[in-house]
DNA sequence: CGGCTAACTAGCTAGCTGGTTAAATAAGGG
DNA sequence: CCCTTATTTAACCAGCTAGCTAGTTAGCCG
């Protein structure tokens, strides 16, 4: 059962952002405060808000509330549906192959059956 | 060994556009030429060339010259690097909860220890 | 050659994106 | 209650994107 499409769109795109794929690999490794994550960057708080925004929106972390601060979780199902995708698309290809290999198998069959 | 970061861009925000996808799950069943590729999309001719270009540009695809047509072909390298950095950042996560379990199996041990 | 088909380039527009600064909100703690 | 810290919202800007139409290039074929 895949995801829907523009839930693919939207997660493709938060992905296609540098920022925001090194946010998602630290978050891979824990969960993170916003100052936590902003640290690392050269850019404005709100710059990296915006980012956290854009990967909530496609579901790929969340967010709680502990006092004034609101660590961000990693959710692997958004990271999983972007994955099954592609995985979808190999498969299809590889089959392609696979049925090349099981034709040029039959022929060299009926080769060796002339012989 | 990882591809470039850019790469990855490129190739994230290539797979955000469902057109474009739609293009690629096409190619992957084989390769195909532009009036192919366009027909079941309403869409003008110069806006899949214009996909094609950025799927191009990215290395998804590559494409040949057969007379007047052009023939499209999925590079399937570009695919993998997508793919494996969604799978390095679950690898990551993964990790993660194996060593969390590995600490709750030590904690457990210890309490037989002492039982 | 002249025409047909395949595909691309040019030039335009509306809307989205990623960044900024300045100000606002939320919540703990003396 | 005021101060500090954490984070968001507002307002703005430059640059990119996806789409269009119109015109252009490339290459087959009669």
């Known amino acids: 059962m895949a995801i829907a499409a523009d839930q693919l769109d939207s997660t ?3 992905l296609a952002d540098p920022t925001r794929r090194a946010i998602v690999a630290r978050l891979a490794r824990g969960d993170a405060t916003v100052n936590e994550l902003a640290a690392p960057f050269a850019m404005s708080l709100p710059g990296i808000s915006k980012h956290l925004k854009v990967l909530e929106r496609c579901g790929l ?3 709680s509330r502990n ?3 609101r660590p961000c ?3 692997r199902v958004a990271l999983d549906g972007a994955a099954d995708w592609i ?3 190999r498969r299809i ?5 696979d049925k090349l290999d099981e034709h040029l198998r039959d022929i ?3 080769g060796d059956d002339h012989d």
């Open 12 to 14: 493709f795109a938060a």
């Open 61 to 63: 972390i969340s967010r």
């Open 67 to 69: 006092a004034q601060f």
């Open 73 to 75: 979780h990693l959710e």
């Open 87 to 89: 995985e979808e698309s």
């Open 93 to 97: 290809w590889s089959e392609r192959f």
């Open 108 to 110: 060299q069959q009926e």
